[in-house]
């Protein structure tokens, strides 16, 4: 079966992700096909009805939606919701025969719950499937449909091609991580990474500018040399280096600070729970924890700990009396 053949569609949690997910869907899938959607916040629901009326059906509840349908997708904040939209009675996924409906999980969370409520649905529901697949790209990639899938199992598994064709109607890229929760710890590994890199580059460029540098040029010699990434690329934290990246926005859009410390905190939960050894964790942990408290970064794009570091944000004004003056 191929994912166009599917035509009753759950999904569950229509926030800042979900709810451009389902209208990537609504848009794409076959015409006799329908998304049975459902979120805890009724106003959610109304809109996604009232923009694809007849295609996206309202549901009470998760287990209405898992009822409804033969493939589901959850994406919700954290563990805490996934247990509940999955494992809660009388309303959860779980609650009814689940025989061999397909369950997807995109939220980012804990590998841990997402193995506990795997083991549930092996126990109780031995035809059913469950896979983690969390998701990067933000909230303007899940509006373009361009985000990226990693997929909790192996590139043999039997079902990764429709897994693949399905999740491909949302995004661009699906990669097969390995195993289940594998997509989890690779999407905690890569914002590790990424979160660090973005408080290396913003040290790096308060440095540079402080020391008379003006951030373009610093942000060229990286780009061609070998602190050469993605964050300075696209996503500088300096404002007015990188035109549409957040930071020149007053750090608006992006990916909020407090998902990151989220994010960050996970990873190094993981890297505890596998005895990896972390000489950044703690550090990097503490910089998200102050950026997501302070009032003057909570809300906005992550790369905002050059403000948090006290990086030069009126670096162009500076630089345009140093030249008057010379
Ligand atoms: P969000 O808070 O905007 O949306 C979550 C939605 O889930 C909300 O509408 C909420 O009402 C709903 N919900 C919560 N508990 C529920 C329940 N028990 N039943 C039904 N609905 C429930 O969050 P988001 O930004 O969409 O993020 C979702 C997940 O995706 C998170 O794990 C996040 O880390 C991850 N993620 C977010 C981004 C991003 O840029 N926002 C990027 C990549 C991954």
Redesign the pocket.
Known sequence: MTALEYSRVGF????????PMVEQLAAKLPAHAHVYV????QA?IDELVAKFAGKVIACR??REVAESSEVII?????GA?VR??YL?EPNGICSIDLQDRILID????DTATNLAVKQRITDSHGRASFYDA??????L??QKGT?AFFLGCADEDPKFAMLSSLLRLMGKQVIACGGASLGLAS?LCNNYLSGLIAIASAEALSTGIKAGLDPRVLSRVFAAGTAQNAICDRFNPCPGVVADAPSSSGYRG???VQ?MK??FALAVDLAGSVGARLVLGDVGLRTYESAAEDPRCRDLDSRVVFRLLGGDEKWEERLAQQNGQN
């Open positions: 569950i949690g229509l926030g800042a992700m979900g709810k459902h979120d805890v916040v959610s509840s998760a959850t994406m919700v904040p954290e919701h509940s939209v809660a995109c939220s980012t969370i969390p998701v990067s790209g933000g909230t990639g899940a985000i999407k992006g990916f909020k998902l989220k994010d």
